[in-house]
């Protein structure tokens, strides 16, 4: 694919399709509960969360990508795309990329696809590769995927973490227009810091510690969170974040209509959006029904905020994650006017992907 940005200055990256897609099986609190020494209101006090969603035995991150791929095309009223990027930290395997196998299961044969792996903030970097892609003129339409499928790393025994993540996946449609119209992706900050690199982190499978069950411990072959210094770090770098991409675009939070944080967990959301001086009922809150989607997280808010009518053509859109790494990163958009989409916990229209 070539496509040549020559007479185009002001080409920019707009926002014109999204979905969402959860898996069908929805646990709640009480339900982790009965299997684990937790209760439901030390999760809804330390998390916020009362329930998320478990993919199924053979459901993989390709499956979810697909059943949101697939959604956010529709939304956006055409099949075709240039490129397709996803964002996750569970791909279907090490080795290929997920990207390529959900571009061909979308029909999209022959286009760019590739995987961004920055855990959490994956979403983030992917929007901005896929906006890279548009305004440099290698690409006219990005599909971007946010999907991940915590399940499968995190230790189902393991309290601290199995109450906090959920497996999910959400997209969004860019589209080749100009800065300034409705949905143009307006200034990115991303940033990282590998010091701490062990915050959070799935110790064996990779070429430092390969995953070989004689050499390796569960623990290692397990996703592991400080739980207390991610909050800390999280709270300050995402204030830190969205205070810069706000200043980059000469704006303040009195500007932002809707916060819409990487849903980690429900006490950082309300202490990132105290921090910008932003009232709770700008932000987001997913997290309560979804728990922490990773990569799917900030796609899937938007989905619901939309279908909710949350978000209303004209708002200004705050976007902000932190995630492993550590990385981070915010994006401004303006929202669209979008057609109606689907819940994405709802499933009653469509077979199982
Ligand atoms: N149910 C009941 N008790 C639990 C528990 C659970 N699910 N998980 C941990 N505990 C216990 C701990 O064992 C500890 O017990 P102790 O005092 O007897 O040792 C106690 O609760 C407090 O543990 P602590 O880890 O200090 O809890 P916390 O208040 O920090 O909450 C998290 C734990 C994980 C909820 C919290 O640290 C957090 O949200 N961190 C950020 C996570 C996140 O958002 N990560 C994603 C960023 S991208």
Redesign the pocket.
């Known amino acids: 694919m070539a496509v040549s940005s020559a007479g185009r200055p002001d080409r920019a990256a707009v926002l014109c399709g999204l979905g969402g897609w959860l898996p069908r099986h929805r646990v709640d609190n009480d339900e982790l509960a009965a299997r ?4 439901d209101a ?2 809804r006090t ?2 916020g969360i009362r329930s998320r969603h478990v993919a199924a035995p053979h459901e993989a991150t390709s499956d979810l990508a697909v059943a949101a791929g697939r959604r956010a095309l529709a939304n956006s009223g055409t099949h075709s795309t240039d490129a397709v990027v996803v964002a996750t930290t569970t791909p279907d395997r090490t080795c290929p990329a997920t990207a390529p196998l959900v571009a061909a299961r979308l029909g999209l044969a022959g286009v760019a696809a590739f995987d961004v792996g920055a ?2 903030t994956g979403f983030i970097y992917a929007l901005a590769a896929g906006a890279g892609l548009i305004t440099s003129g290698v690409a006219d339409r990005v599909l971007v995927i946010g999907a991940d499928v915590y399940s499968r790393i995190v230790d189902a025994d393991d ?6 993540f959920g497996d999910g996946a959400g997209a969004l449609v860019l589209r080749t227009g100009h800065a300034g119209e409705p949905g143009a992706l307006g200034s990115f900050d991303l940033g990282s810091d590998g010091t701490h690199e062990d915050m ?1 982190t799935v110790a064996a499978g990779g070429s430092r510690l390969p995953a070989e069950a004689s050499r390796t411990s569960r623990a290692e072959r397990h996703f592991a ?1 400080r ?2 210094e ?2 800390r770090h ?1 709270s300050s770098r995402m204030t830190q974040s969205a205070r810069t991409v706000l200043d980059c675009s000469g704006l303040t939070a009195d500007d932002v209509d809707r916060f819409v944080p ?1 849903q ?2 429900l ?2 959301l309300r202490t990132v959006a105290t921090d910008l001086g932003l009232p709770a009922d700008r932000c987001a809150t997913h997290v309560e029904r979804a728990g ?1 989607t ?1 990569a799917a997280s900030i796609p899937l808010a938007l989905t619901d905020d939309h279908a909710n009518q949350a978000l209303r053509p004209g708002d200004r859109v705050l976007l902000t994650a ?3 790494g550590l990385t981070w990163g915010s994006c401004l958009l303006t929202w669209p006017e979008l057609p109606p989409a689907a819940e994405p916990a709802r499933h009653e229209e469509e077979s199982a992907p």
Do not use: P, S
Not at 36 to 39: I, M, Q, S, V
Not at 159 to 164: D, F, G, K, L, P
């Open positions: 684990l020494d937790t209760d030390w999760i330390r998390t855990v959490c309290r601290q973490n199995a109450v906090v959070i969170m739980g207390k991610v909050f999280a990487h980690a967990n006490r950082i922490n990773c932190f995630g492993g």
